[in-house]
């Protein structure tokens, strides 16, 4: 199995994992002379199972991706490690460039000259174009990972 179809079925097992909390959360209580609509302890069961194969695919998928070498980006969970500070940087960048061009002020406008003005502390252009050049990297380096994750086999 390649390390792309693990990750793909490790988001699937998580979402049944989601799923059957949400059922055993809705059948855990009924009321009296009515039955559940499912038995939560089956459900329960079937949770643990989930769970299981849930551990085993992400004990799997982190072997691989500490044992995988990428040309310029070290081992995949470096990679990993720079895509996640890439885009927290991308959305500090781009929160401080709308937060000094006034964007998320709703509403606010001068009303008469003797209003006090706002300024902008930071240089909204700069800021625009850093983010930009962040995102640009961040699109390359996502589009090497996702390469590496088709070119893979997941370790055992």
């Known amino acids: 199995m390649r390390l792309a179809e693990a990750l793909s079925l490790r988001a699937n097992v998580h979402r049944r994992i989601e799923q059957l909390r949400t059922r055993i959360a809705s059948n855990a209580r009924y009321q009296e002379g009515e039955e559940p609509s ?49 885009r927290l940087r991308h959305h500090v960048l781009t929160t401080a ?18 209003e006090l003005k706002m300024f902008s502390a930071l ?12 995102a640009r990297e961040l699109r390359e380096l996502d589009v090497r990972i996702q390469r590496t994750n088709w070119e893979v086999d997941l370790l055992d």
Do not use: C, K
Request: charged share 30%; aromatic share 2%.
């Open 97 to 114: 460039a709308d937060a000094a061009a006034g964007t998320n002020q709703h509403a606010y406008a001068r009303q008469l000259r003797s």
């Open 123 to 134: 240089p909204v252009g700069d800021l625009r174009t850093q983010a930009d050049q962040v």
């Open 38 to 86: 499912e038995d939560a302890g089956a459900l329960l069961v079937e949770a643990d199972e989930a769970l299981r194969e849930f551990e085993e695919l992400i004990r799997r998928i982190n072997r691989t991706n500490a044992a995988t070498a990428m040309e310029v980006d070290g081992t995949l969970t470096d990679a990993l490690a720079r895509r996640d500070v890439l």
